[in-house]
């Protein structure tokens, strides 16, 4: 942390308080959910008295230590300029679904892809007993051209049909590896072990949900996985093959050098049209669209989970599509408006939607599953996003909420760590669900 953050100073408004912090998670619901009075709730810092986020801006700087530099003040402009004018707390509508749809509908045309529906012409490819449930590895297609890999969990005691979970498998800059990094599967690369154990505590929670009477089924995002960059040098080396156990070294080189190569992909998207962000929307609303297929499966009992650019996604599929009737978004719930200064490298540029920010922020585009539950789950010292951006983003939805008459349906859990989703965290979204699907 800067001097000058530390000294109550952040971009050139106040830091939030201890106090200021307790409060907004009192009244969002974090202290309720974990059952914390707010003296226990105290968060264990040995030096700082506020969570810490590793903050980036300095308002003793010329331009706030921005990566934007000299840029800043122009962009920032732009920025301050752009007013959410179809964000619920500047509407206050009166009628709650036609503003929905009417946000909903400027959402899918910023996005420039909206495929029309499609027969998912699912194909089962393998079925492995997992003793408390099923795991069907399978294909559907999203599009009549694009068919996506998913694995589907199938609980086998259970009373059919049963709820069911879309859950969203993270980025983290590992693209060799997209739902795996989620489910648990057999003969399991090191490197897969252990970054499951870096940002899930070793635990796959698809897994868990199966086990509790859960249907989960989970993707392959778009540029990961099965559906990641390989590149004809690849082929020529014989690399980027997931047919053998490549090496560590081998397998952190291709991710590095698809990290590097997101830039040039979306510039190439853009100019051709369409929206990595859109892409992954119509990806994910087409797999409620397979699942409601499913003959094990409840289409009226449906939530959805993800951590990181998997939070980003399920708070767009919750907002987007009213048959998600509860979420979880770990990770990644913060205003777009703080980003700026100090946190312009974590601007998602897989789910850059152009002109967004005209009409709704983060937080107002998760506003609109209200009155659905919405339970968010950040750690004090994820670096991706500053303490009052996160806090902007709790109080806006908790307001959201309460002015619908439905101030229990959303809550937080915020814990002392860093970007992960944590085993609390995840037994606290199995009972969210449990409550509330």
Same mark, same amino acid.
């Given at each position: 942390m800067s001097s000058s953050a530390a000294k109550g100073e952040?971009?050139?408004? @106040?830091?939030?308080?201890?106090? +200021?912090?307790?409060?907004?998670?009192?009244? =969002? *619901?974090?202290?309720? /959910?974990?059952?914390?009075?707010?003296?226990?709730?105290?968060?264990?810092?040995?030096?700082?008295?506020?969570? @810490?986020?590793?903050?980036?801006? +300095?308002?003793?700087?010329?331009?706030?230590? =921005? *990566?934007?530099?000299? /840029?800043?003040?122009?962009?920032?402009?732009?920025?301050?300029?752009?007013?959410?004018?179809?964000a619920y707390l500047r509407v206050r509508p009166k009628?709650?679904?036609?503003?929905?749809?009417?946000?909903?509908?400027?959402v899918f045309d910023l996005f420039l892809y909206r495929p029309a529906p499609c027969n998912p012409m699912a194909r089962v490819l393998k079925r492995v007993d997992k003793g408390d449930y099923i795991l069907e590895y399978l294909q559907f297609h999203t599009t009549p051209d694009i068919e996506v890999p998913a694995y589907f969990l199938i609980p086998k005691r259970a009373k059919f049909p049963v709820p069911a979970v879309v859950a969203s498998h993270c980025h983290g800059g590992f693209y060799y590896w997209g739902k795996e990094k989620i489910v648990e599967t057999e003969n399991e690369h090191p490197a897969l072990v252990e970054?499951?154990?870096?940002?899930?505590?070793?635990?796959?929670?698809?897994?868990?949900?199966?086990?509790?009477?859960?249907?989960?089924?989970v993707i392959d995002?778009?540029?990961?996985?099965?559906?990641?960059?390989?590149?004809?040098?690849?082929?020529?080396?014989?690399?980027?093959?997931?047919?053998?156990?490549?090496?560590?070294?081998?397998?952190?080189?291709?991710?590095?050098?698809?990290?590097q190569s997101e830039g040039i992909f979306v510039r190439n998207m853009l100019m051709s049209g369409f929206t990595w962000g859109g892409v992954l929307a119509w990806d994910?609303?087409?797999t409620i669209?397979?699942?409601?297929?499913?003959?094990?499966?409840?289409?009226?009992?449906?939530?959805?989970?993800g951590l990181s650019v998997g939070g980003y996604r399920s708070n767009f599929l919750a907002g987007l599509d009213p048959r998600i009737k509860a979420a979880c978004v770990a990770g990644w719930m913060t205003s777009w408006r703080d980003l700026v200064p100090g946190f312009e490298r974590n601007t998602i540029i897989s789910g850059v939607t152009p002109g967004l920010l005209k009409y709704l922020d983060y937080p107002d585009v998760g506003s609109l599953t209200i009155p659905n539950p919405l339970m968010v789950v950040h750690g004090w010292r994820d670096g991706l996003f500053s303490t009052e951006g996160v806090l902007s983003a709790?109080?806006?939805?908790?307001?959201?909420f309460e002015a619908v008459g439905k101030p229990e349906r959303f809550t937080t859990y915020t814990y002392d760590g860093p970007h992960k989703f944590p085993a609390r965290a995840q037994q606290l979204m199995l009972e969210w669900f449990n409550r509330w699907v």
């Open positions: 952040v971009a050139g408004r @106040t830091q939030p308080t201890r106090r +200021d912090i307790l409060q907004a998670l009192g009244a =969002s *619901g974090a202290l309720a /959910l974990t059952g914390m009075t707010p003296a226990a709730a105290a968060l264990p810092q040995a030096e700082a008295s506020t969570p @810490t986020t590793n903050l980036q801006a +300095d308002p003793a700087k010329k331009w706030k230590g =921005s *990566g934007l530099g000299s /840029l800043y003040p122009f962009v920032k402009q732009v920025q301050e300029e752009a007013l959410s004018s179809l009628d709650l679904e036609a503003w929905k749809a009417e946000a909903r509908a400027r970054y499951r154990r870096t940002y899930y505590d070793g635990l796959s929670y698809p897994a868990t949900l199966a086990r509790n009477g859960y249907a989960v089924i995002m778009f540029y990961f996985g099965e559906r990641r960059l390989i590149l004809d040098s690849d082929l020529e080396q014989g690399i980027n093959d997931r047919s053998k156990q490549e090496p560590t070294e081998t397998i952190n080189t291709i991710n590095n050098r698809n990290g994910d609303i087409r669209d397979y699942l409601q297929t499913r003959p094990e499966v409840n289409p009226n009992r449906i939530a959805c989970v709790f109080s806006t939805l908790r307001q959201c």
